[in-house]
């Protein structure tokens, strides 16, 4: 029994010499199946679509492990350093800054002296820029606390 149909794969009219033909052609048939099982039409021959995908997802995470690296060597992105790391250089700097400060020979430093040092970094102690050192050759400084100048070094 002849019958005219909508081939199944490229939805053309076509003459089906059996009830249950779907396709117009063989090749739509090969084409639909491919389709069915996920493979991908590629300038003339199937490739399975999972394979492809998968090549494709190696080759952009190897760019970007390859981008990754030129970027390490090149450049230290600020945004990627994290605010430990800040926190911790800042610190330690500071430590280092308040030794030095008050006791350059031994870079040891007391509490009293660190104590001071932080209220200078923190904003409690100004310098005074118009202001000579005292006789002890200690900077003039303007202690907001007590609203007096007080000198050290
Ligand atoms: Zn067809």
Same mark, same amino acid.
């Given at each position: ?9 490229? =939805?053309? &009219?076509?003459?089906?010499? =059996? ?16 389709? =069915?099982? #996920? ?28 981008? !990754?690296?030129? !970027? ?5 992105? @600020?945004?990627?350093?994290? !605010? %430990?790391?800040?926190? %911790? %250089? ?13 006791? @350059? #020979? ?14 200078? &970094? ?6 005074? +820029?118009? &202001? ?13 606390? +007590? ?7």
């Amino acid at each position: 029994m002849k019958m005219t149909k909508n081939c199944k794969h490229c =939805r053309q &009219l076509f003459e089906a010499r =059996r009830t249950n033909h779907v396709y117009c052609t063989a090749s739509c048939k090969t084409k639909a199946s491919y389709k =069915r099982n #996920d493979y991908k039409y590629v300038s003339g021959h199937y490739q399975k679509q999972k394979i492809k995908d998968e090549t494709i997802l190696k080759d952009e995470s190897l760019e970007a492990v390859v981008e !990754n690296k030129s !970027n390490n060597k090149t450049s230290i992105n @600020p945004s990627s350093i994290s !605010n %430990a790391a800040i926190g %911790a %250089a800042t610190s330690n700097a500071a430590l280092y800054a308040a030794k030095k400060l008050f006791a @350059p #020979d031994t870079l040891s430093a007391t509490k009293g002296d660190i104590k001071r040092l932080t209220e200078k &970094l923190l904003g409690r102690y100004h310098l005074i +820029k118009n &202001l000579p050192k005292n006789s002890n050759s200690e900077f003039p400084y303007f202690d907001i606390e +007590k609203q007096e100048v007080v000198y050290f070094k």
